[in-house]
């Protein structure tokens, strides 16, 4: 996910940019607000029933590692 140290990273190590963006499907990095429909889910009564589960927000990483 961008984030301000990310983003110095990127800036200070520019090879960095093509690393993370090649590391998921999506080939390019997430942003902040991409998480909020999880996290309103989580937060809702609509998830009042999940206990134990991973909700995958990685943009596909995981698939590359199948």
Not at 15 to 24: A, I, Q, W
Request: without cysteine.
């Amino acid at each position: 996910m961008m984030t301000e140290m990310l983003e110095t990273n990127m800036k200070e190590n520019p090879g960095n940019r093509r690393l993370f963006e090649g590391s998921n499907m999506l080939g390019r990095i997430a942003q902040p607000e991409e998480l909020n429909a999880a996290m309103v889910y989580l937060m809702s009564e609509a998830s009042s029933y999940v206990t134990g589960n991973d909700l995958l927000v990685d943009g596909g990483i995981l698939g590359m590692m199948t």
